[in-house]
């Protein structure tokens, strides 16, 4: 049997404190949490300096970017547009780092703003040194390896589209020799597995690339640093796997002269566990001898997809409305409320119902889902049903909660269509 999760960072008091105030469903994240993390990130064992940069993706909300920012966190963004959502939190140009699988239509503007520019394609590096020949530039590599939970979250290797592929090495410096670019710095990624023996592999194959580059000063190792979200999840720790990169570094300096300043782009790691989302059970069914018990929550896909997408497991940890004795365990299938045969929130890896090991649910009770401060807000397939956006509430240092995102209302849903004339 599965073992019974437990709240990470909410009391149960909290948790209807929260309901009550704010209704359900909602994010609340935790700003402790999140700061403890950032300063765990910047203590990154490190020979030559260290760079810290946000996966913005992971959680974009202008309050979280602000927490971020103030710890020295700089940005890793894979769009255009998060670029000038960085820009409008205040982010200074020269902290933000454009990592984007689709060449940015803005690019000209944005790099003389001061963006950083990391090429990801020969085609990207080719435009860039056509509008910037005798620039600086950063060039992504796929190193050959990768590591992740499934081929959906491994980002390195013959399966994934990330970066320039290894082998191309020749055709990135003929680009750089004929537009008299200066590759000042590398950067690979392998994916959220963050495997201590391949990231250790990657690391020094990543420094071999660097030192092709005489203009190399910068190396970027990615992120992509596993957080367990379950209990029996291991989660990485940057003491372990930060050393022997730390050393690899020294060697590189002793062998080629050349101090390498080393970046990182954590997204989970700041984020995950310092996330949660409080929804509420709206009815229970089931399928009769041999079948199964549903639990329907009142959120679904459209607040989280990372269950349909992945089969990821998030923490469940059930919370009767009102303070009673503990209540027996059961298995349960938790479900979500969208129309949709994979709106399942507890399924197998390539779908089908799997069911959870939980305290028995009832109608009215909550359900804390756990492990959602990253890639649940920003990677839902929100208006889905057309459920609205779901809103986001920060449990400040000082112990109170704060709105920090609203739930969106009917009007807004459709604000962008459009009536034509029939």
Not at 125 to 151: M, Q, W
Not at 386 to 401: A, I, K, Q, R
Request: a neutral charge; aromatic letters at 8%.
């Amino acid at each position: 049997m599965q073992s019974i999760e437990n709240l990470k960072f909410l009391t149960r008091s909290e948790v209807r404190k929260v309901a009550e105030t704010f209704g359900t469903p909602v994010f609340v994240y935790t700003r402790s949490g999140i700061e403890s993390s950032c300063d765990a990130a910047l203590a990154f064992p490190n020979a030559f300096g260290l760079t810290v940069r946000f996966a913005m993706k992971a959680n974009p909300n202008r309050t979280i970017l602000e927490i971020l920012k103030r710890k020295g966190i700089q940005i890793d963004a894979s769009s255009e547009h998060e670029v000038k959502r960085a820009l409008a939190a205040g982010f200074l140009p020269a902290d933000i780092l454009l990592t984007s699988q689709q060449l940015a239509a803005s690019l000209k503007d944005l790099v003389e703003q001061g963006v950083q520019f990391n090429a990801c394609s020969l085609r990207q590096l080719e435009e860039f040194g056509k509008i910037f020949p005798g620039r600086e530039v950063s060039v992504r590599f796929n190193p050959g390896l990768g590591s992740g939970a499934t081929k959906k979250t491994d980002v390195g290797g013959r399966t994934s589209s990330f970066g320039i592929w290894h082998e191309e090495l020749e055709k990135v410096q003929s680009l750089v020799s004929r537009y008299d670019l200066k590759l000042y710095r590398v950067h690979t990624h392998i994916g959220s597995g963050s495997d201590p023996e391949v990231w250790k592999a990657v690391a020094q194959h990543t420094l071999d690339i660097a030192s092709k580059f005489p203009s190399c000063r910068i190396v970027n190792l990615g992120g992509g640093f596993k957080v367990g979200r379950m209990r029996e999840e291991k989660t990485t720790d940057p003491q372990v796997i930060g050393v022997p990169v730390k050393q690899l570094f020294e060697t590189f300096a002793a062998e080629k002269g050349t101090k390498l300043r080393m970046e990182i782009e954590p997204g989970s790691f700041l984020m995950v566990n310092h996330g949660a989302i409080l929804s509420k059970v709206d009815d229970i069914v089931d399928t009769g001898k041999g079948g199964f018990t549903f639990v329907k929550l009142d959120m679904g896909m459209d607040v989280n997809t990372r269950p349909a997408l992945y089969a990821a497991k998030h923490p469940l940890v059930v919370i009767p409305a009102r303070e009673e004795e503990e209540r027996k365990t059961g298995d349960f299938v938790y479900v979500g409320h969208c129309c949709e045969s994979g709106d399942l929130l507890t399924q197998e890896e390539g779908g089908g119902p799997l069911s959870r090991t939980t305290q028995e649910p009832r109608i009215g009770d909550f359900v804390v889902m756990e492990g959602a401060g990253a890639y649940c807000s920003s990677m839902s397939v929100k208006n889905y049903n057309s459920y609205p956006e779901t809103p986001e509430v920060l449990l400040d240092t000082n112990g109170e909660f704060k709105l920090i995102r609203k739930k969106q209302n009917p009007e807004q849903i459709v604000q962008n269509e459009i009536l034509v004339p029939l």
